[in-house]
C-alpha cells in the first residue's frame, strides 16, 4: 500500500524549524525508513480527515 506522509494523521508541523515530523514513537528500522522517505510500508500511517470533527457536530 502507497502511503503519503503529507496525508498522515501523525504528521505535525514545526513552525521553529519550518518542517515536518513524524510525531510516532518510530524503531530505529522504522526511522530509518522513514528518514530514507520510503513510506510504502509505514504500520503507522493512518489517513487524516480535516472535516472529521465537523462531522460530529
Known amino acids: 500500500m502507497a502511503t503519503n506522509c503529507?496525508?498522515?494523521?501523525h504528521l505535525d508541523y514545526d513552525?521553529?524549524?519550518d518542517m515536518n515530523f513524524?510525531?510516532?514513537d518510530?524503531?530505529?528500522?522504522e526511522m530509518e525508513r522513514f528518514l530514507r522517505s520510503d513510506?510504502?510500508?509505514c504500520p503507522f500511517y493512518r489517513r487524516g480527515d480535516d472535516y472529521k470533527t465537523a462531522?460530529?457536530?
Open 39 to 41: 513510506v510504502r510500508a
Open 15 to 17: 513552525e521553529e524549524t
Open 26 to 29: 518510530l524503531d530505529e528500522d
Open 22 to 24: 513524524c510525531n510516532m
Open 55 to 57: 462531522r460530529r457536530q
Open 6 to 9: 503529507d496525508e498522515c494523521v
